[in-house]
């Protein structure tokens, strides 16, 4: 089993409770828009940490992350990038991504809209974690927490952290 932090959209901006949260995780998702090497590096002094840039950070952080990554967590093949769009919605690359390789779990950030959502047409769950930093509409900050066990995703948590 494997407890997971997700979140997406900091922009430069490491809220502090973010790090208590994840105290109990095994690993820290960030769905891109990460805004600075610091909130980066910091995350991954913390824990292991998988990260896609999104369209806000800069060529430091693109050097250190991918626009995609494609992997397999507790027997539960995963899908993470930014800019996903939504079920019904998604862009052309996107849905072709989801066609060839029929991810489990189809995680992006970029829209600062948290939703969970189960997508039947491509048999994944989509999962946007809004925004977790201070830029942009959203009002309050979130994140998501969850377990991955024999393919299985368990006792999934949004944490708000206030205004």
């Not at 990038?81 to 079920?87: F, L």
Request: hydrophobic share 35%.
């Amino acid at each position: 089993m494997r407890r997971i932090g997700l979140l997406s959209d900091t922009h430069g901006y490491l809220h502090p409770r973010i790090l208590e949260h994840f105290q109990e995780c095994d690993e820290i998702w960030h769905a891109g828009d990460i805004g600075s090497s610091e909130v980066l590096d910091t995350l991954e002094a913390f824990k292991p940490t998988r990260a896609v840039w999104g369209n806000i950070d800069s060529y430091d952080i693109k050097i250190k992350t991918s626009q995609m990554l494609l992997f397999e967590c507790e027997g539960m093949k995963v899908i993470l990038t930014h800019i996903g769009g939504r079920p019904q919605k998604y862009p052309p690359k996107i849905t072709q991504q989801l066609i060839t390789h029929r991810p489990e779990l189809f995680i992006c950030g970029h829209s600062h809209i948290l939703r969970v959502q189960y997508d039947h047409t491509f048999r994944t769950l989509y999962i946007n974690p809004g925004a977790a930093g201070r830029y942009g509409a959203q009002l309050i900050p979130t994140l998501i927490r969850f377990d991955i066990h024999e393919g299985k995703i368990d006792n999934l948590e949004v944490i708000e952290l206030g205004r």
